[in-house]
């Protein structure tokens, strides 16, 4: 059975600090991604990465940075909290290649005060 | 560049009623289409996806979708739902080429039935 796991369901943190979001997937695959999820816009992509060390801007990169150190774990960090990010994160991973399906992790609400 | 319109925030409807959830997108090179569900306090999973071939999917859970290329539509049909199909529905698009897998959605589509 696929799985994507998210290190928190919920987080409560402080504008300034520096958070890390964590995302282990077990099935080998190539690519993860980062979405944040808000009503009325849906999941925005913040950054995926295709390989090991290998990592590409999304559509909202600003605010945020990521790592991947091993093919299993993508970490979603933010540098200096603030109270427009604000969100539901979601993770999600896929075999390399157009026609394979993203499976997804089952997100952490992140609240900043 | 792509995006995707789901033309409904909300639908309500009642139990064993037909359910159609609009999608609409916007490309200037040919894309796969995807639909996903995301149950409450859930991540999202695949409902269905149109790669090439019969315009009409299936998918899971009794749900199918229609591939109209003239229209640039995609809308995901159920003839009789349960309550169990509750949850928001996003609509996603893919262009053929290039961009890792990445995914443009939609706002997605709450669906509210109610018995």
């Known amino acids: 059975d696929v799985k994507v796991t998210q290190s928190s369901r919920y987080l409560v943190k402080r504008t300034g600090e520096k958070v890390f979001l964590e995302c282990v997937q077990d099935m080998d695959h190539e690519n993860m991604f980062w979405y944040r999820q808000d009503p009325g816009l849906g999941l925005r992509l913040i950054y995926f990465s295709y390989d090991v060390k290998m990592k590409e801007k999304g559509d909202i990169p600003e605010g945020y940075s990521v790592s991947r150190e091993k093919k299993e774990r993508f970490s979603l960090i933010l540098e200096s909290a603030s109270t427009n990010q604000t969100s539901m994160y979601l993770c999600?991973?896929?075999?390399?290649?157009?026609?394979?399906?993203?499976?997804f992790g089952p997100g952490t609400r992140l609240t900043v005060t | 560049a792509q995006s995707v319109t789901q033309l409904d925030s909300q639908v309500p409807v009642f139990e064993e009623a037909p359910v159609e959830l609009r999608c609409n997108y916007s490309?200037?090179?040919?894309?796969?289409l995807f639909w996903y569900v995301q149950y409450p306090n859930q991540g999202l999973q695949l409902l269905l996806k149109?790669?090439?071939?019969?315009?009409l999917v299936k998918g899971i859970n009794g749900f199918e979708a229609e591939f109209n290329k003239s229209q640039t539509s995609f809308h995901l049909r159920k003839p009789s739902v349960h309550i169990s199909d509750t949850a928001e529905y996003f609509c996603a698009v893919r262009p053929f080429s290039g961009g890792y897998n990445k995914l443009i959605f939609g706002a997605g589509t709450r669906l509210a039935v109610h018995p």
């Open positions: 999600a991973s896929s075999l390399r290649g157009e026609v394979y399906e993203q499976y």
């Open positions: 490309s200037s090179v040919s894309v796969y």
């Open positions: 149109y790669l090439s071939g019969s315009t």
